[in-house]
């Protein structure tokens, strides 16, 4: 379980370090003055999600990822799915808080799903006391104390319910155990003694280059396991740390896109100095994708306003275009419910300013810009 840093091949690593740092440095600052930025951050929410279900060895459709994510599934969702929301709604929450915050105490403990044990634990012990007072109620009215300590319970699911599904925290990856938990979690693996182990090695690494604390960062991640399941979520801790450092200050930066253009021999190769050459290659491929995909949406912005231009003051056309331009793919539900009209006003909408048809279907048809 110990990572050493120990003596690094810098000779070997300068200048794909210098490489992947300029690579993310101009795709910031690209974006930092973008007019299409907002879009091309919900894109890459979008993008790095299924790419890091790709990388752990599972296929999600861009497509059923959209429409899961607003409600509006077509098929009922898939295990994998399910994760690749997971990814989407923590890659949201880390964006949208302070850089500093995904690798503080408090926001390891959020992002690993500790908080919602935490947050449980005094509604137990309020409703305990309400099953109390239930029994030693001397008015006689134990069924409705009774009752109103089951309400408080089911409220408290609800509640913890609702923040999973708002992005506000995550299920708890380790759960106490029970007979049929165990042939799935190991209750000797010590989370809390790897995670202060990987921190270690962080901290270690201050005085390193945004970009190779980064890849040493994800490296002692996977090779401490600090987590039995979800350990996707150590590449985001390593694009947090491009984030914190200020190397990518306007956006996270989407490192599973990157890496899938890396062969996993390599990536997940028995020599080190192979490993971080990989990692490194994929955060240089990150940003250069990046910066191709900003430049294939502003063209497409451009030709998309060129088509409103002398429309009414009214119109809503240029809404759809900032809708269209986040989103992988549109449907006429998600536009009418974007834009709060009908859904053949949508299908309309979105007729008329010329979104490419992606589905060929009559009963669900979807658009995007691709």
Same mark, same amino acid.
């Given at each position: 379980?110990?990572?050493?840093?120990?003596?690094?091949?810098?000779?070997?690593?300068?200048?794909?370090?210098?490489?992947?740092?300029?690579?993310?440095a101009r795709l910031d600052e690209c974006l930092a003055h973008s007019p299409i930025r907002d879009g091309w951050i919900e894109r890459a929410h979008f993008a790095d999600a299924a790419g890091c279900l790709w990388l752990d060895g599972e296929l999600v459709n861009l497509e059923d990822l959209v429409l899961h994510d607003v409600h509006m599934d077509v098929r009922a969702p898939t295990h994998e799915l399910v994760i690749a929301h997971a990814v989407l709604r923590t890659r949201r929450q880390i964006a949208a808080r302070e850089p500093a915050w995904a690798l503080s105490s408090s926001g390891l403990a959020e992002l690993r799903g500790r908080r919602s044990e935490e947050m449980s634990a005094p509604e137990q012990k309020d409703v305990s006391g309400l099953k109390r007072a239930a029994?030693?109620?001397?008015?006689?009215?134990?069924?409705?104390?009774?009752?109103? &300590?089951?309400?408080?319970?089911?409220?408290?699911?609800?509640?913890?319910?609702?923040?999973?599904?708002?992005?506000?925290?995550?299920?708890?990856?380790?759960?106490?155990?029970?007979?049929?938990?165990?042939?799935?979690?190991?209750?000797?693996?010590?989370?809390?003694?790897?995670?202060? &182990?990987?921190?270690?090695?962080?901290?270690?690494?201050? *005085?390193?280059?945004?970009?190779?604390?980064?890849?040493?960062?994800?490296? &002692?991640?996977?090779?401490?396991?600090?987590?039995?399941?979800?350990?996707?979520?150590?590449?985001?801790?390593?694009?947090?740390?491009?984030?914190?450092?200020?190397?990518? *200050?306007?956006?996270?930066?989407?490192?599973?896109?990157?890496?899938?253009? $890396?062969?996993?021999? *390599?990536?997940?190769?028995?020599?080190?100095?192979?490993?971080?050459?990989?990692?490194?290659?994929?955060?240089?491929?990150?940003?250069? &994708?990046?910066?191709?995909?900003?430049?294939?949406?502003?063209?497409?912005?451009?030709?998309?306003?060129?088509?409103?231009?002398?429309?009414?003051?009214?119109?809503?056309?240029?809404?759809?275009?900032?809708?269209?331009?986040?989103?992988?793919?549109?449907?006429?539900?998600?536009?009418?419910?974007?834009?709060?009209?009908?859904?053949?006003?949508? $299908?309309?909408?979105?007729?008329?300013?010329?979104?490419?048809?992606?589905?060929?279907?009559?009963?669900?048809?979807?658009?995007?810009?691709?």
């Open positions: 379980m110990p990572y050493s840093i120990g003596k690094l091949p810098l000779h070997d690593l300068l200048l794909p370090v210098t490489r992947a740092s300029e690579a993310i029994v030693q109620s001397p008015e006689g009215n134990d069924i409705v104390d009774a009752l109103d &300590a089951e309400l408080a319970a089911i409220d408290a699911v609800i509640a913890r319910s609702q923040a999973v599904l708002d992005g506000a925290a995550r299920p708890s990856s380790h759960p106490k155990a029970t007979s049929s938990e165990d042939l799935i979690y190991d209750q000797d693996w010590d989370e809390d003694e790897r995670l202060a &182990a990987w921190r270690r090695v962080v901290a270690e690494t201050e *005085r390193l280059p945004a970009v190779l604390r980064a890849v040493l960062a994800l490296d &002692a991640w996977n090779e401490i396991e600090v987590v039995q399941h979800d350990s996707w979520i150590g590449r985001l801790f390593a694009a947090a740390i491009l984030r914190e450092s200020g190397l990518a *200050r306007a956006h996270l930066p989407a490192i599973n896109v990157g890496l899938r253009a $890396v062969r996993f021999e *390599r990536r997940r190769s028995r020599d080190r100095k192979t490993r971080l050459l990989a990692l490194l290659e994929g955060i240089e491929r990150t940003g250069l &994708a990046g910066l191709g995909e900003h430049e294939r949406l502003d063209n497409a912005r451009r030709s998309l306003e060129r088509k409103v231009v002398g429309r009414r003051s009214n119109s809503k056309l240029p809404q759809l275009i900032d809708f269209v331009l986040s989103r992988p793919m549109v449907s006429a539900g998600m536009i009418a419910k974007q834009l709060k009209v009908t859904q053949q006003g949508a $299908v309309v909408l979105a007729e008329e300013l010329g979104l490419r048809e992606m589905t060929g279907r009559g009963r669900f048809r979807a658009w995007g810009v691709i």
